[in-house]
């Protein structure tokens, strides 16, 4: 099967700042309808890279192309710009109503009248700004002026959207809600998406990719789960927690309990979730337990399965016991608990964990 074409590729750019590099990316590809995260501390380089991709900052080198063309100068880099949007952190939002402004860039686009008005309800309606479109942009929430914000950048209808950390400083709810909506406006619209974000349940549930960013460069660029239990070294490690996470199937349901195939086996967990949903079970080290006895003939653990020791690290004040269950698995165990059990790679062990233990996020 071909990967879906390329629609903006960075080759060899350097960014400089004040002679100092701030970006070094050898080459950099997002796919039609691709939605990637982009995470990373502070001050790596994450909206150095996406004002790159719109061609919007001076480079010591490199080029960046749209659709395999060269973005230069003059009208094609503007024509190219038209098939973007970005969205940053703090809306900016013209003093008028929602409606006004949500028809602001189609405007500017030269949509006709007919057009304008279908797209502005269409647009308010996917972000259920439809009963505010009257009102002045002056008097919203914190959480309806990002709404706003997003159904006027993506009323538009662009090929790519950069998003640079558009839901900081909102509640959980709101939050989730609004993530939602952008989703399934971007999937919907078939338009590709970089998103950066500090939150990694965040970059799990949007991503087909993410890219971990450290000093200017990309150090890690692979699909969630790989990014997430096999991260390249320390540092991608330290950024994203270091759960355990493996990606099930919701195959079963008991009120809030719920089977989730994974492979072979299943894992028990409460949660949201319905039948065949796509989820990631996300179980973090502490809460893995290690037995050399089945801990199912003397607990009512709902987890426990056999597994096969595959490695051990040492971590400073304890070790991190990495585990085949037919699934990969991370147990934190002390010194003495490692000594006591006499734990080694190659051992035959029990691993368990509680079915409250793990956090499931439903994908997409
Ligand atoms: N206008 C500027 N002048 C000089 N240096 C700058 C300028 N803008 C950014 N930098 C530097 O470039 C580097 C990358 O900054 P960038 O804003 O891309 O990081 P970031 O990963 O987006 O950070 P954050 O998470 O804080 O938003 C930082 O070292 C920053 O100090």
Redesign the pocket.
């Known amino acids: 099967m071909t990967p879906p074409a390329c629609v903006v590729e960075l080759r060899g750019v350097k960014v400089e700042?004040?002679g100092v590099g701030?970006l070094d990316v050898p080459s950099f590809q997002l796919r039609e309808r691709e939605f990637v995260s982009l995470i990373?501390?502070?001050?790596?380089?994450?909206?150095?890279?996406l004002l790159s991709m719109l061609a919007l900052l001076d480079r010591a080198a490199g080029q960046v192309l749209y659709r395999g063309a060269e973005i230069g100068a003059g009208r094609d880099a503007v024509e190219a710009r038209r098939r973007m949007a970005m969205v940053l952190q703090e809306p900016l939002l013209f003093d008028t109503t929602v409606q006004d402004n949500v028809a602001s860039g189609l405007r500017l686009r030269g949509l006709g009248r007919r057009e304008t008005r279908r797209r502005v309800a269409e647009y308010l309606e996917r972000f259920r700004l439809s009963d505010l479109a009257q009102r002045s942009a002056r008097k919203l929430s914190g959480g309806e002026a990002r709404r706003v914000n997003l159904a006027r950048a993506l009323a538009v209808e662009p090929e790519v959207v950069f998003l640079d950390e558009p839901f900081t400083s909102l509640d959980l709810p709101t939050r989730q809600s609004i993530t939602g909506d952008l989703e399934r406006t971007i999937r919907d619209a078939g338009m590709a998406a970089i998103l950066?974000t500090h939150d990694q349940t965040e970059a799990l549930r949007l991503s087909d990719r993410i890219l971990v960013?450290d000093g200017?460069r990309i150090v890690q660029s692979d699909v969630p789960s790989v990014v997430m239990n096999d991260p390249v070294n320390a540092f991608v490690a330290s950024c994203l927690g270091m759960e355990t996470i493996v990606e099930g199937v919701v195959r079963r349901r008991d009120g809030w309990e719920m089977g989730i195939a994974v492979g072979a086996q299943e894992i028990v967990a409460v949660g949201e979730g319905s039948l065949g949903d796509r989820v990631y079970c996300c179980i973090r080290p502490e809460n893995v337990i290690i037995d050399v006895a089945d801990p199912r003939l003397t607990s009512s653990v709902r987890n426990a399965f056999p597994a096969r020791i595959v490695g051990v690290v040492s971590m400073g004040p304890h070790l991190e016991v990495k585990l085949d269950c037919g699934f990969p698995l991370v147990a934190h165990v002390t010194r003495e608990s490692l000594a006591a059990l006499a734990l080694a790679e190659g051992k035959d062990v029990f691993a368990s964990f509680k079915a409250t233990a793990i956090h499931v996020i439903r994908k997409g």
């Open positions: 700042r004040g701030v990373g501390p502070n001050g790596s380089g994450k909206t150095t890279l950066v960013m200017g």
